[in-house]
């Protein structure tokens, strides 16, 4: 159905630029009347233009097409039409209705112009690169990807409601509920309907569900772990939620009137810190005004959606500034953003308000309220829908720099619902023409672009202070269209397709201007340091289903095909390749504060789990001591970041528990002593594997006799005779 509809879209919108007097509706109504060859001069007729020879047309209906000619949304199907206008009024045109008529034009200029064949054409990707066929006649598309996806759907909570209740100090939020990052405190029945989040294909949850399954050696499918069940979490992170269970919290501040503002040598750090950090990322307030209104250069308004941007800058501040886990939280100045933040805000509406919002909503997710900030993000898109901030056309008398901070505010919306819909594996909101709609920032500083201006810039051939924004731009609108069809696409791809989607993926990040790429010098290092990390998460997201797959698949990728060999290997090297730019990225004189080590962690833990679940799943891989040495050291590396210590632990625990479950093994001799149960986990896991029964499992795979299996059994390095006997 996606495919389509996209399609019909294509079609609609180049119907739309070559007959922009002949609405489509009105040739769809008249076609129960009328035949092909009619309704077609009547558009030709529209056009105004002199009597052409009568084209070539097929009056019979054209076949179904195929579903060869699938192909993914271009991104610039609309942004074409002007030029279609253009070329259209002309006094020459070329109709190419199909692929066997052709009429020819009736003047020598005809030449010069471009035909509309030619531009549809030029709005599909080559042939060669075409979607692959959603039924492909491989053995390896239906069965070997349908368990994952029925967890994944299986897996689904199903809640009538959900709480986060509310608390004085974010160390008083309740246990049993996600955290910032969506996944370690995810682990039994009760929490998932509690509200916890959809388990999808791109949630560090879904990776750390199936590596306890490959550990205990639990069917995919089968029931989910007993509410009373909390495996691989250290002992101080082991809660359960339940009625008996008392959560005492402090009482909120209470505000006695209009908050006003702290003393600027109280804030100004903060702001400092906000611009420094978030602003830097994503860039949805223009820092020259706040800055001028806060200084008192310019009137502050007084609007109950000013005071929530104000408090909220004021407290993404004092978070992103913490080097420490017991730091300021700015909880104090949410707080009277919260208490700002009024009910009937909702039926008025301000672009001050939607950037308040949105800066809330970061805020919540990366304080333990995930799905408060994911509600709090939701309602600041809705209202920039209904501000009309999703629309670059604007208001006649709105200046330049008005139009490129709505324009900049849209686009960090897209940024932030594409790194949210991710993390927690949910379905994104947004649909694929609004990307269209709207054009891309301009990839410049503030200098570059001031109230006196009255056209916009060029863009800037360096790195500047909204290229990471350009750059989120492009990979959300990649990323989005292309996980529909990967991670939440029913019937589910075939492996085919998922590479072909990965790889369109990379190419695409491989064509940004040079400036966007890896490594490059200039200013803001963490922001574009970030979306390189983005890019490999993403890309390596689309390959996860294989990943996923391919560990529960007895027979092992090489028996299934190349393209699942190189699909497996392209997500492992995605995955050691940000660990290894994480660690250069994180020298002797990295920044310790939370606003980049929270990054950090975030793509330490999803690059370690895709190595973790290879080393679980192919002990004996070539490369299994790298990724345990690399896993090793991603771990030393979350230990030591001391402003989100607490989550960090709680992810650094449960890798290491699931790494010390699964002993190194000499990849030239797999005969190697494995040490007892009770001396390997006695004081970790209640549900630890049965190592000797696993051991017998990893020599049947090696096509041994069971007499081959019997002398091993009765070697000197067996533990215990009795166990093999069985």
Known sequence: MTELEDLIEIHTNLWDAAFPNFPLDQAVARSVSSYPRDIAQQAIDSLGLRQLPEPAINVELPPLPTENTFTIMPENTILLQPHLQQDLQQDSLVLIPNTTATSQPSHPSASSHTPLSELAHEAYPPAH???????????????FLQKVYDFQSAAQPAASDWSEPHAAKDYDTPPGQLDGLGAIKLDTVMEMKAGAGYIGMSSLA????????????????????????????????????????????????????????????????????????????????????????LTGALPLPSSGGSRVLIFMIFAMGAFDQATSENDDNGYR?????????????????????????????????????PNSGYVCLGTAIRMAVALGIHSSAGHPKTNPLDGEIRTRLWWGLVALEAGCSTCFGRPHGFGHASYLLTRQPVNC???DLTVADSALPQDVDRVALYTA????????????????????????????????????FLADVQSYPAYMQPGTPGPFRLARAIQSWRARDFA???????????AWNSSGPHNAGTALSEVIDACRLLAMDSLRELRTYGGPDRDLHRGSQWYLLFYEVQSSLTLLLSVVWEPQHPSAEEWRTMISQSIQRIREMRSVSKMGSSYAQTMENILQAHPSLDINNVFVPMRPQQQIQSHLDPNAVDWDQFLIEILATQNMTQEEIQGVNSSSFAQDTNVYSA
């Open 333 to 369: 100045y949410y707080e009277i953003a919260r208490q700002a933040y009024q009910p009937e805000m909702v039926e008025e509406g301000s672009m001050q308000l939607v950037q308040g919002l949105a800066i809330m909503a970061n805020y919540l997710q990366r304080n333990n309220k």
């Open 540 to 550: 390596s997201i689309l390959y996860r289903p294989v990943l996923l797959s391919a």
């Open 206 to 293: 879904m990776l750390i569900l199936v590596l306890r399954r490959l550990v205990k050696r639990d069917s995919l499918l089968s029931p989910l772990n007993d509410p009373t069940a909390h495996e691989f979490l250290p002992t101080t992170m082991n809660h359960q939620s339940g009625p008996n269970i008392r959560h005492e919290t402090a009482s909120p501040p209470s505000l006695s009137g209009p908050a006003r503002l702290p003393r600027y040598i109280e804030f100004r750090p903060l702001v400092d810190s906000f611009f420094q950090y978030f602003h830097a990322i994503i860039p949805i307030v223009h820092e020259p005004t706040i800055r001028a209104q």
């Open 469 to 504: 924004l350009v750059m989120q731009t492009k990979l959300a609108k990649k990323l989005l269209h292309l996980q529909d069809r990967i991670s939440r696409s029913l019937p589910y791809p075939t492996i085919d397709q998922i590479k072909w989607c990965g790889e369109s």
């Open 445 to 447: 500083d503030d200098d």
């Open 129 to 143: 690169e075409a979607y692959p066929p959603t039924r492909a006649a491989s053995p390896m598309n239906t069965p």
